[in-house]
C-alpha cells in the first residue's frame, strides 16, 4: 500500500508556471506506474501523464503535451509534474496516483491509490 500526499498548487497567470509534487510513502514507491489526473468542477476526472516505474516511459494528454513534463525520483518517493505555459483551462484540482498494473495506462479505474488533490488556478 502506498499514501500519497500531493502539493504545489496555487493561483498562476496564464503563461505561467507551477511545480506539483506528491509525495509518498513506503518502501515499494519504485513498483508502482505513476500518474496525475485532473478535475474542473461539473466535469469528470481526467487523465494529464503517467511515468513508468522506473521513469523511463511516459505518457502524455493532448492538451498537455508539450506543455507538461512529469518526472520522479524513486530515491526520494517523489514524482513531480513541471507544468509550463498554462492556460484558464487547465484550472482543477490535480491528483496523483499509484498503479501496480504492469504498463503504465491511462485510465483512472486502473489506479488503486490517490492522493487527496492539489488546486490549481490560472487567471486569463
Known amino acids: 500500500q502506498v499514501q500519497l500526499v500531493e502539493s504545489g498548487g496555487g493561483l498562476v497567470q496564464a503563461g505561467g508556471s507551477l511545480k506539483l509534487s506528491c509525495a509518498a510513502s513506503?518502501?515499494?514507491?519504485?513498483?508502482?506506474?505513476m500518474a496525475w489526473f485532473r478535475q474542473a468542477p461539473g466535469k469528470e476526472r481526467e487523465f494529464v501523464a503517467a511515468?513508468?516505474?522506473?521513469?523511463?516511459?511516459?505518457r502524455y494528454a493532448d492538451s498537455v503535451q508539450g506543455r507538461f513534463t512529469v518526472s520522479r525520483d524513486n530515491t526520494k518517493n517523489t514524482v513531480v509534474l513541471q507544468m509550463n505555459t498554462l492556460k484558464p483551462e487547465d484550472t482543477a484540482e490535480y491528483y496523483c496516483?499509484?498503479?501496480?498494473?504492469?504498463?503504465?495506462?491511462?485510465?483512472?479505474?486502473?489506479?488503486?491509490?490517490w492522493g487527496q488533490g492539489t488546486q490549481v488556478t490560472v487567471s486569463s
Open positions: 513506503g518502501r515499494t514507491f519504485s513498483s508502482y506506474n
Open positions: 511515468i513508468s516505474r522506473s521513469g523511463g516511459s511516459t
Open positions: 496516483a499509484a498503479s501496480n498494473v504492469v504498463a503504465i495506462t491511462t485510465g483512472a479505474n486502473m489506479y488503486a491509490y
